[in-house]
Nanobody, 122 residues
Framework: QVQLVESGGGSVQAGGSLRLSCAASRYTGSIDCMGWFRQAPGKEREGVATIHSDGSMILEDSVKGRFTISKENGWNTLYLQMNSLKPEDTGLYYC????????????????WGQGTQVTVFS
């Protein structure tokens, strides 16, 4: 599996910005997609943004126009730029990766990081 380490979380006032980073190692040359997910207290984990090997990107509706997903140096580093943050963006943010194109098409990620906490206060 791909090893993933997230960083960049923190506490920020509503309207502020944060940039999350995810450092990937092992099998990075075989990654077909990566993504960011989040889980708020008492809620199920949800997808925030994904990027595929063909360059296509998908953003969850509530973050469109505010969040941007990007990658650098192949798949070695994944970013999530978060602007105009809202209290409802609060949660534990996970980075995920997948080596199988077929599983990418199903948003079925096999490798996960430990998460980084994002707290947005009003």
């Amino acid at each position: 599996q791909v090893q993933l380490v997230e960083s960049g979380g923190g506490s920020v006032q509503a309207g502020g910005s944060l940039r999350l980073s995810c450092a990937a190692s092992r099998y990075t040359g075989s990654i077909d997609c990566m993504g960011w997910f989040r889980q708020a207290p008492g809620k199920e984990r949800e997808g925030v943004a994904t990027i595929h090997s063909d360059g296509s990107m998908i953003l969850e509706d509530s973050v469109k126009g505010r969040f941007t997903i990007s990658k650098e140096n192949g798949w070695n580093t994944l970013y999530l730029q978060m602007n105009s943050l809202k209290p409802e963006d609060t949660g534990l943010y996970y980075c995920a990766a997948e080596l199988s194109l077929r599983r990418c098409r199903r948003d079925d990620f096999g490798s996960w990081g430990q998460g980084t906490q994002v707290t947005v206060f009003s």
